[in-house]
């Protein structure tokens, strides 16, 4: 498993999206994109998931483009959740959650036993078990979204690209998903790259740590050393200090002027 | 979402499958059994059973009997058409016009019509006889060639729903006002006959219609089974069903071929009924509610059972000038229109 963008660039309207983007994945890992809006941290989770085809440079994966892969062999390596995706009219949460299993039965393929366990894993590590026969247009923002991330883990596969998982959450639901993903990586070596606007949740979960602003990759690296860069703060325009305890992640303590 | 609709929604489809199975066969009944030459029953059962006179044979074999079943077959193209347009385009008003079909087949009508009638005879009073037995061609033709250049412009621009949906509105609205353009230009005697053609009706189809329709019904039948996944999986965002790894743009274009192949051979022979397409997949999937997998017969037993009863009522209620059967579906589906529009509050 080896997940590789060198120097991808992507322009939208003559407007440079992304400019040289690299990133070297290893297994089960943790990445965090993170950037002010339009940086181009949706850019990148789609250029990973070959959804945007780059102007210029390539995402590999296992040696071979991932534009050359069949999708559904891709769908099988890696698995993409956008951000708030529109949900189909009359479908349920197990619904849904099934066709994240399309990768492995096909077009006429019928559910297997694993099928069916996967389904119910993904349910149960998102809590939705209860939920499984609720129409989606029936659930709340943060249930929707944990049924999207339900299908994404059906998917089952090792590598894991999420946009803004979390925006919709409250805080249990959204501490409940990155201890997901921790779990994932732990477990199964998941690999996860996840576009995520908390700062600090960001440095608690993620190995490394990229940050973007207008398509520039201006920081890539361990949360300390993001710390030490200043970049934050000029990056954010917030004022604020990093607060390092002898245990536990480096916090940022964003100043509020009241 | 209002509780109600929760659980029709969670009704088994198998219980509004019986009714309408049932509802089917009585009407095909009545529609054999009445018409404008007031043949009584029993005569009607002889000719069914092989004998009768002369003249209930030809009523009911050369003209009661094909209409019935065009009407069947035009109102399952119809509906299986506009049922897969609003799955792939994600559009719950798209029908065979967004892509083009009845506008293309129109403007090819016309054409067609202008050429072969006001090329060899520029006097627009004399009625001369009209080259009919063309028309399904000529209109299915159209139909496709719309359909064609739609998808290829989308293509050209990436295509993606929205934008197969934008350039089937612009372009269909350039064929259309051409197609008026001529008809206006040109007037007298021959407006009657596209009128007629443009209100949909199913006055004076016969066998070879029946013919003509025949092999695009089975042929789309028959292959949407193994689409039913790809269209499950087409009701999601582009990028979301990309993802879950279905080639995207091959299920897409095969979806919107039997679609326009559907669409376009019935527009060729009945006109453009364009409001079965927009209506019945509505109607079947809130009776089907979470059955996807029932949305698709369900809206072929309701397109043919909407498309011979409005023809019925049409036949009936109209005396010897019928009301065509464009009129009926457009009176009868209104309504379910705007009880539609409460559901989408």
């Given at each position: 498993m080896h997940l590789k963008a060198v120097d991808v660039t992507v322009r939208y309207a003559g407007r440079c999206?992304?400019?040289a983007f690299a990133l070297d994945l290893g297994l089960g890992e943790i990445v965090a994109l993170i950037g002010?809006?339009?940086?181009?941290k949706s850019t990148a989770l789609r250029a990973l998931a070959g959804l945007t085809v780059p102007d210029k440079g390539d995402v590999v994966l296992d040696r071979r483009?991932?534009?050359?892969?069949k999708r559904r062999e891709l769908a099988r390596r890696l698995s993409f959740l956008p951000q708030a995706p529109l949900s189909p009219d009359g479908m349920s949460v197990e619904q849904l959650v099934r066709h994240g299993r399309f990768a492995h039965t096909g077009l006429l393929g019928g559910y297997s036993m694993r099928d069916r366990e996967a389904v119910a894993w993904a349910l149960e590590s998102t809590d939705l078990a209860d939920l499984s026969d609720r129409d989606l247009r029936a659930l709340s923002g943060g249930e929707r979204q944990r049924a999207w991330i339900a299908a994404a883990l059906a998917q089952e596969a090792d590598i894991l690209l999420l946009d803004e998982?979390?925006?919709?959450?409250d805080i249990g639901h959204q501490v409940e998903v990155l201890e997901l993903l921790c779990r994932l990586r732990r477990e199964r070596q998941v690999t996860v790259v996840v576009a995520i606007h908390d700062l600090n949740q960001a440095m608690a979960i993620a190995d490394r740590i990229v940050l973007l602003d207008k398509g520039q990759t201006l920081f890539s690296g361990a949360a300390d050393g993001l710390a030490d860069s200043g970049l934050i703060e000029t990056t954010f325009a917030v004022n604020g200090a990093f607060e390092r305890k002898p245990a536990g992640p480096i916090y940022f303590n964003a100043h509020i002027a009241t | 979402m209002k509780p109600e609709i929760l659980g029709g929604a969670e009704k088994p489809a198998s219980r509004s499958f019986i009714p309408l199975a049932a509802l089917c066969p009585l009407l095909l009944l009545a529609a054999i059994l009445l018409?404008?030459?007031?043949?009584?029953v029993g005569e009607v059962v002889d000719v069914l059973l092989g004998g009768g006179s002369e003249n209930a044979q030809l009523i009911i074999g050369t003209i009661r009997i094909p209409r019935i079943l065009t009407g069947i077959l035009a109102g399952i193209h119809f509906a299986v058409a506009g049922a897969l347009l609003q799955t792939v385009t994600r559009?719950?008003?798209?029908?065979?016009t967004v892509m083009g079909i009845s506008q293309g087949a129109t403007l090819a009508i016309t054409v067609f019509l202008f050429f072969a009638v006001y090329g060899v005879?520029?006097?627009?009073n004399t009625l001369y006889a009209l080259p009919v037995a063309w028309l399904p061609l000529v209109g299915a033709l159209g139909g496709l060639v719309a359909g064609a250049l739609i998808y290829g412009l989308a293509v050209s621009r990436g295509l993606s729903a929205l934008r197969m949906t934008l350039c089937g509105i612009a372009i269909g609205a350039l064929l259309h006002a051409l197609a008026m353009g001529i008809i206006v230009g040109w007037g007298s005697a021959r407006f009657e006959i596209i009128m007629q053609w443009l209100a949909g009706s199913l006055y004076a189809r016969g066998w070879e219609h029946v013919v003509f329709l025949l092999p695009f019904t089975i042929a789309g039948l028959l292959v949407l089974p193994f689409l039913h996944r790809s269209l499950a999986l087409l009701r999601f965002e582009e990028d979301v069903s990309r993802s879950f790894g279905l080639n995207y743009r091959l299920n897409f274009t095969l979806v919107l071929v039997v679609a326009c192949g559907l669409a376009a051979s019935a527009v060729g022979v009945v006109?453009?009924?364009i409001f079965v397409g927009l209506v019945v997949p509505h109607l079947a999937k809130v009776l089907a509610g979470r059955h996807f997998a029932a949305v698709l017969p369900l809206t072929a037993l309701l397109g043919a059972t909407l498309v011979m009863g409005a023809d019925l009522a049409g036949r009936l209620l109209g005396g010897a000038e019928e009301i065509p059967i464009g009129v009926v579906t457009a009176f009868a589906g209104a309504p379910f229109l705007l009880f539609l529009l409460r559901r989408y509050r």
């Amino acid at each position: 498993m080896h997940l590789k963008a060198v120097d991808v660039t992507v322009r939208y309207a003559g407007r440079c999206a992304l400019d040289a983007f690299a990133l070297d994945l290893g297994l089960g890992e943790i990445v965090a994109l993170i950037g002010p809006n339009g940086s181009g941290k949706s850019t990148a989770l789609r250029a990973l998931a070959g959804l945007t085809v780059p102007d210029k440079g390539d995402v590999v994966l296992d040696r071979r483009p991932v534009r050359a892969w069949k999708r559904r062999e891709l769908a099988r390596r890696l698995s993409f959740l956008p951000q708030a995706p529109l949900s189909p009219d009359g479908m349920s949460v197990e619904q849904l959650v099934r066709h994240g299993r399309f990768a492995h039965t096909g077009l006429l393929g019928g559910y297997s036993m694993r099928d069916r366990e996967a389904v119910a894993w993904a349910l149960e590590s998102t809590d939705l078990a209860d939920l499984s026969d609720r129409d989606l247009r029936a659930l709340s923002g943060g249930e929707r979204q944990r049924a999207w991330i339900a299908a994404a883990l059906a998917q089952e596969a090792d590598i894991l690209l999420l946009d803004e998982p979390t925006s919709f959450l409250d805080i249990g639901h959204q501490v409940e998903v990155l201890e997901l993903l921790c779990r994932l990586r732990r477990e199964r070596q998941v690999t996860v790259v996840v576009a995520i606007h908390d700062l600090n949740q960001a440095m608690a979960i993620a190995d490394r740590i990229v940050l973007l602003d207008k398509g520039q990759t201006l920081f890539s690296g361990a949360a300390d050393g993001l710390a030490d860069s200043g970049l934050i703060e000029t990056t954010f325009a917030v004022n604020g200090a990093f607060e390092r305890k002898p245990a536990g992640p480096i916090y940022f303590n964003a100043h509020i002027a009241t | 979402m209002k509780p109600e609709i929760l659980g029709g929604a969670e009704k088994p489809a198998s219980r509004s499958f019986i009714p309408l199975a049932a509802l089917c066969p009585l009407l095909l009944l009545a529609a054999i059994l009445l018409g404008v030459a007031d043949l009584p029953v029993g005569e009607v059962v002889d000719v069914l059973l092989g004998g009768g006179s002369e003249n209930a044979q030809l009523i009911i074999g050369t003209i009661r009997i094909p209409r019935i079943l065009t009407g069947i077959l035009a109102g399952i193209h119809f509906a299986v058409a506009g049922a897969l347009l609003q799955t792939v385009t994600r559009n719950p008003l798209a029908d065979p016009t967004v892509m083009g079909i009845s506008q293309g087949a129109t403007l090819a009508i016309t054409v067609f019509l202008f050429f072969a009638v006001y090329g060899v005879n520029a006097d627009a009073n004399t009625l001369y006889a009209l080259p009919v037995a063309w028309l399904p061609l000529v209109g299915a033709l159209g139909g496709l060639v719309a359909g064609a250049l739609i998808y290829g412009l989308a293509v050209s621009r990436g295509l993606s729903a929205l934008r197969m949906t934008l350039c089937g509105i612009a372009i269909g609205a350039l064929l259309h006002a051409l197609a008026m353009g001529i008809i206006v230009g040109w007037g007298s005697a021959r407006f009657e006959i596209i009128m007629q053609w443009l209100a949909g009706s199913l006055y004076a189809r016969g066998w070879e219609h029946v013919v003509f329709l025949l092999p695009f019904t089975i042929a789309g039948l028959l292959v949407l089974p193994f689409l039913h996944r790809s269209l499950a999986l087409l009701r999601f965002e582009e990028d979301v069903s990309r993802s879950f790894g279905l080639n995207y743009r091959l299920n897409f274009t095969l979806v919107l071929v039997v679609a326009c192949g559907l669409a376009a051979s019935a527009v060729g022979v009945v006109g453009p009924l364009i409001f079965v397409g927009l209506v019945v997949p509505h109607l079947a999937k809130v009776l089907a509610g979470r059955h996807f997998a029932a949305v698709l017969p369900l809206t072929a037993l309701l397109g043919a059972t909407l498309v011979m009863g409005a023809d019925l009522a049409g036949r009936l209620l109209g005396g010897a000038e019928e009301i065509p059967i464009g009129v009926v579906t457009a009176f009868a589906g209104a309504p379910f229109l705007l009880f539609l529009l409460r559901r989408y509050r």
